[in-house]
């Protein structure tokens, strides 16, 4: 992973194929309205100014229906600069478990 200071690092290593993986697991659940969002578009942002990411997720993602219809989750993570490559609905709090990659 990244540590304080190396960014340079990973800069320097971005034509050698740096892949940046994000992990969210019961975060989004506690932000306050409109941050989940932003988080998810910061770091797909990041991913691609640094190389390739994906996201691996297992929290609750903002504004899908309580049926967890799988065309809202796409929608949503578009939106943020995500593709959604996997998808499993979970019973919980943090019900929604998935994998993107940069849209």
């Given at each position: 992973?990244?540590?304080?200071?190396?960014?340079?690092?990973?800069?320097?290593?971005?034509?050698?194929?740096?892949?940046?993986?994000?992990?969210?697991?019961?975060?989004?659940?506690?932000?306050?309205?409109?941050?989940?969002?932003?988080?998810?578009r910061q770091s797909a942002q990041l991913g691609k100014s640094e190389g390739t990411a994906s996201l691996c997720f297992a929290d609750r993602l903002p504004d899908i229906s309580?049926?967890?219809?799988?065309?809202?989750?796409?929608?949503?993570?578009?939106?943020?600069?995500?593709?959604?490559?996997?998808?499993?609905?979970?019973?919980?709090?943090?019900?929604?478990?998935?994998?993107?990659?940069?849209?």
């Amino acid at each position: 992973g990244v540590r304080e200071g190396g960014r340079g690092e990973v800069k320097n290593c971005k034509s050698g194929g740096v892949h940046t993986v994000f992990v969210c697991e019961a975060l989004m659940i506690y932000l306050v309205a409109g941050a989940p969002q932003e988080l998810l578009r910061q770091s797909a942002q990041l991913g691609k100014s640094e190389g390739t990411a994906s996201l691996c997720f297992a929290d609750r993602l903002p504004d899908i229906s309580v049926d967890d219809k799988l065309q809202d989750v796409r929608a949503l993570l578009a939106q943020c600069g995500w593709e959604l490559k996997e998808w499993q609905p979970k019973p919980g709090l943090a019900r929604h478990m998935g994998v993107a990659t940069l849209a």
